[in-house]
């Protein structure tokens, strides 16, 4: 793998396997992405204008709704041919193409996009809990910290599991919003009107900048870039045609989903309200009570219960999108239990202080403001994926046409202009509500205006420089030229213990490294509270019985002719065990796998790979085998 980027993803990367189904199984084997990507567009962020698009003109916007459907299938099949045809995610080309500077402003306006993301989700979610439970809102926000554990346990069970479950919160969504059209009884005749594009008066204009302007989710292009390679495809053209041909049908069935989400809860809103004379209905708390005051209680319920299940489904996506631009931009990993909660807890904190500071009110505008900060950052992500994927060096054969390219352009273009609009009409209304000159004219503007520069030097950089000579498309790297492969003795093999029935396989495993010429180390770490305090003067009964053990193991190896000793280390495992390793200078070192699962991992950790970084020496890891 190329060592600069890695592979994205690399936990679950080519591990659904296409290659030898045929048929529908070979289309199902590709569904899945596209699917997690669709709830990044029926997010709670969008159901505000939507709603208000339904409130206040009825079935008339649906069109808009229909284009910016079209303009997202566009340029998410975009994504995924980067990610299919270049082996790389957006993140990942983005690094390739900018300097380190560029790519680390970059990363910072991804990554505030995701907390953004993050906080629509959260404040999402507490309003859904507080509207079916009657918590109070500041224990919603502080209950969606749970789904951190939530989403690891998922991506320990593989990512065929978090795909199945992403979908049944989408079945959730949809079949909820399928009975509320049976409840709320819409015009069929004036919604197919609504298909029909016509022309609109200036309230009705803004409300479908905002619908277009929210169309794309930026983290949904990195996102899908990534997803895409975790299908095992044939590297042939033959082999990426068919990827590209399986992930089109499932982008298209996907985001059409997406659409019915946004169209149902337009349409919910025009039956309900609209037709009513209820025709100022921008907010989902207003929206509950009006529906429970016409309708009853199944219906704000359904509402509350869909509203709670594209949080959890959308703020699931986001984390994910986090560690590939993470990864992909600036070369980072971290353990994905500590990225999720600081995203997390970024997230909440801005949520936090608005409750206790401006009460529920304030939700309604934090809203907004994580909005705008997703318009800002819409453009960083939507131009270099046009520019790498209209690349007829990189991409060969499988670069857009001239028709797609121009399309492309004049979507791009359409969302970033509306955007802008957005951003600049939304700095207009802070300065007529009294905001603080010094900061608008100090502060807001000459961001603004550094970001603009910042965007047109993405724009221009891969128009006016050369490309390298080197094969920046192959993933793989190229290889190097390999004239030493004499084999290696080493004389000091360290072997980490925990005295479970995997010891055995350890040692055999170690014994084989380095035959009856090496020095081998036995290592096992106490990790009792007595230990973590007191290190090497602990001396209760775990330590002594830990031991006794440790020197059992020493007299039958001893036994058998070969040269051991044994180390104990205290406190934390992965520490004590790279300490001894650089003390004792051990060249090599063998490990069990603890063979934890699931949520054991969330609990227990994973020692094997801490280690791993915190030495400097060859690590082989023993699995436990099957019995």
């Known amino acids: 793998m190329n060592p600069e980027n890695g592979e994205s993803l690399g936990n679950v990367h080519s591990s659904v396997n296409t290659e030898s189904k045929t048929g529908w199984r070979k289309f199902l084997a590709f569904v899945g992405p596209a699917y997690l990507i669709s709830v990044g567009y029926m997010d709670p962020g969008n159901w505000a204008t939507d709603l208000a698009a339904g409130s206040q003109f009825g079935y008339r916007l649906i069109w808009v709704l229909l284009l910016s459907n079209l303009i997202a299938l566009l340029l998410q099949n975009l994504s995924s041919r980067l990610g299919i045809v270049r082996g790389l995610d957006l993140a990942q080309a983005s690094k390739k193409e900018y300097p380190r500077f560029v790519n680390f402003c970059l990363f910072i306006l991804a990554q505030t996009a995701i907390i953004a993301c993050d906080l629509a989700e959260v404040i999402g979610m507490a309003i859904g809990l507080q509207l079916l439970f009657k918590l109070p809102l500041l224990w919603g926000v502080l209950i969606s910290l749970s789904d951190t554990l939530l989403l690891l346990f998922l991506m320990n ?3 065929r599991k978090l795909e199945g479950f992403i979908v049944s919160l989408i079945f959730i969504i949809g079949l909820s919003f399928v009975t509320e059209m049976f409840i709320v009884k819409p015009d069929v ?7 029909i594009p016509h022309s609109l008066n200036p309230s009705a204009l803004y409300i479908a900048i905002g619908i277009i302007g929210a169309t794309v989710m930026p983290h949904n292009l990195y996102l899908h870039s990534s997803l895409v390679q975790t299908r095992k495809i044939s590297r042939t053209d033959e082999g990426i045609r068919d990827a590209l041909k399986f992930n089109m049908w499932d982008t298209t069935i996907a985001l059409n989903l997406a659409f019915f989400v946004n169209a149902a809860i337009l349409i919910l809103a025009a039956s309900a309200f609209f037709n009513r004379g209820f025709m100022h209905v921008a907010e989902i708390k207003d929206a509950y009570q009006l529906l429970q005051n016409l309708f009853g209680k199944l219906a704000p319920a359904l509402f509350a219960i869909a509203l709670i299940a594209a949080g959890q489904s959308s703020t699931i996506t986001g984390t994910l999108a986090g560690q590939i631009i993470m990864e ?6 971290i353990t994905p239990w500590l990225r999720r909660l600081l995203t997390r807890l970024l997230a909440i904190v801005p949520a936090i202080f608005t409750i206790l500071h401006s009460g529920e009110e304030g939700l309604s505008n934090l809203l907004i403001l994580s909005q705008v900060i997703l318009s800002l950052q819409l453009g960083f992500a939507v131009i270099p994926l046009v520019l790498f994927t209209s690349d007829k060096k990189r991409m060969g054969s499988f670069a857009i046409s001239l028709p797609t390219r121009l399309l492309a352009w004049f979507f791009a273009l359409l969302i970033v202009g509306l955007n802008a609009r957005l951003v600049i009409e939304q700095i207009n209304q802070w300065s007529a509500a009294g905001a603080s000159p010094l900061v608008i004219h100090w502060v807001v503007t000459p961001a603004a205006v550094a970001l603009g520069l910042l965007l047109i030097y993405v724009l221009l950089r891969p128009l006016l420089t050369k490309h390298k000579e080197d094969a920046v498309f192959i993933p793989h790297g190229i290889a190097r030229s390999i004239d030493n492969l004499s084999p290696i ?12 029935k995997n010891d055995q396989d350890t040692l055999r495993h170690a014994l084989m490294q380095g035959g009856h010429s090496a020095l081998y180390t036995l290592i096992h770490v106490v990790e009792t509270a007595g230990a973590r305090y007191h290190g090497t003067q602990t001396m209760d009964q775990e330590t002594q019985s830990d031991a006794d053990n440790l020197d059992k193991y020493i007299r039958i190896i001893k036994d058998m002719n070969y040269n051991a000793e044994a180390k104990i280390g205290y406190g934390n495992t992965s520490d004590a065990i790279s300490a001894i390793v650089k003390g004792e200078q051990i060249e090599f070192l063998v490990m069990g796998s603890h063979g934890h699962k699931g949520l054991k991992d969330l ?23 099957k019995s």
């Open 157 to 159: 069970k593989g990512m």
């Open 189 to 195: 005749g004036a919604i197919v009107k609504g298909f």
């Open 328 to 333: 992909g931009h600036i070369n980072l990993r």
């Open 489 to 500: 003795a080493y004389k000091h093999i360290g072997i980490t213990i925990d005295f479970s």
């Open 603 to 625: 609990i227990f950790g994973t020692t094997v790979n801490s280690v791993r970084h915190k030495v400097n020496v060859p690590v082989l890891i023993v699995k436990p085998q």
